[in-house]
Nanobody, 125 residues
Framework: QVQLVESGGGSVQAGESLRLSCAAS????????MGWFRQAPGKEREGVATIHTNTDYKFYAVSVKGRFTISKDNAKNTLYLQMTSLKPEDTAMYYC??????????????????WGQGTQVTVSS
């Protein structure tokens, strides 16, 4: 089992920044792919960014490339999403996910997936 707890969401103005954190605990030794996903009201969940925890390879959705940065602090077992130049269309519930004994493929993760409870990001114009 893997437990994921997100934090760092909030309400900001367009152009501002936020950093999301995802603290992982439990059996994380085989979580070789982690990622951030988001879901806006009335829309399907979409992948934002993924990271191979072994190789540090990162993938970003086109909509966030150049503005968002995914990173992982292995010592703290924490995943981050640094978001800059936020836009109103970034408004969504953001979720952290880990694929235990799985893999990343683009902005998707596959395997024995675990999800956090989400943190809300609201960007006003």
């Amino acid at each position: 089992q893997v437990q994921l707890v997100e934090s760092g969401g909030g309400s900001v103005q367009a152009g501002e920044s936020l950093r999301l954190s995802c603290a992982a605990s439990g059996d994380t030794s085989k979580s070789n792919c982690m990622g951030w996903f988001r879901q806006a009201p009335g829309k399907e969940r979409e992948g934002v960014a993924t990271i191979h925890t072994n190789t540090d390879y990162k993938f970003y959705a086109v909509s966030v490339k150049g503005r968002f940065t995914i990173s992982k602090d292995n010592a703290k077992n924490t995943l981050y999403l640094q978001m800059t130049s936020l836009k109103p269309e970034d408004t969504a519930m953001y979720y952290c996910a880990a694929a235990r004994a799985g893999y990343c493929s683009g902005s998707s993760i596959y395997g024995d997936n675990y999800w956090g409870q989400g943190t809300q990001v609201t960007v006003s114009s």
